[in-house]
């Protein structure tokens, strides 16, 4: 079956490096997609792509079928669900991991 | 520019209802999606369109789920009737292009919390 796994939960001080991994099992998925959502709100892309990027504060990390989203200088305020998310190759059908919580000590 | 929007942003329904959800993509996206989101879990897609033909609705429970998007823009989702495992959040996203290689960015809407009683 084509899934997506995430862990539920991660912790982090703030000013720390966090890194969130993801792995599939989608046979024919190349990119990830890396999402932030507040619950109550709209789910918001953070960075995606079949290679290392960075957007901001939010670098990922790229193998066949893993990735890590890794948030720079962690704030109290990024405590919130992050998903990722792998489209099938050429069509628009993603599959998306359960979320993973962040969780910020101050 | 404005988002993807959805209404109602709750609703309480008693089983056997039915109950309808909107959503108004951004402009000029051919694509939509549902998606279905319980509790602790990541969206998973009910019905995807391309303009207006739905392309993948395999995973859209057909005996009480129905949509629609007529002229390719708002869509629809109705359950009739509804049950008490209905309850969950169900989000509406968009995407400018139709088979875009699995490149293109969706963009979601804030989603209907659904609570059936």
């Known amino acids: 079956k084509d899934q997506v796994f995430q862990p539920s939960t991660v912790a982090s001080s703030e000013g720390a490096v966090v890194e969130i991994f993801c792995n599939h099992s989608?046979?024919?998925?190349?990119?990830f997609f890396w999402y932030l959502h507040f619950p109550g709100c709209a789910p918001r892309l953070l960075v995606k792509?079949?290679?290392?990027?960075q957007q901001g504060r939010y670098n990922m990390t790229y193998e066949r079928f893993s990735s890590s989203l890794l948030i720079l200088q962690v704030r109290e305020a990024d405590a919130a669900v992050y998903y990722c998310?792998?489209?099938?190759?050429?069509?628009?059908?993603?599959?998306f991991g359960s979320g993973t919580k962040l969780n910020v000590k101050p | 520019e404005a988002g993807v929007v959805q209404s109602p942003r709750y609703k309480i329904i008693e089983k056997k209802q039915p109950v309808a959800f909107w959503c108004n993509p951004i402009?000029?996206?051919?694509?939509l999606y549902w998606y279905l989101q319980n509790l602790g879990q990541g969206p998973e897609l009910l019905i995807r369109y391309e303009n207006e033909e739905a392309v993948d609705d395999s995973q859209l429970p057909k005996d009480r789920f129905s949509a629609e998007r007529l002229k390719g823009v708002d869509s629809t989702l109705k359950i009739q009737p509804a049950e008490l495992g209905d309850s969950a959040v169900y989000l509406c996203?968009?995407?400018?292009?139709?088979?875009?290689?699995?490149?293109?960015?969706?963009?979601f809407g804030p989603g209907t919390r659904l609570t059936v009683l």
């Open positions: 998310a792998c489209p099938l190759y050429n069509f628009n059908k993603f599959y």
């Open positions: 996203a968009s995407s400018l292009e139709g088979a875009g290689g699995g490149r293109d960015e969706q963009f």
């Open positions: 989608v046979s024919n998925a190349y990119n």
């Open positions: 402009s000029g996206h051919n694509t």
């Open positions: 792509g079949s290679k290392p990027s």
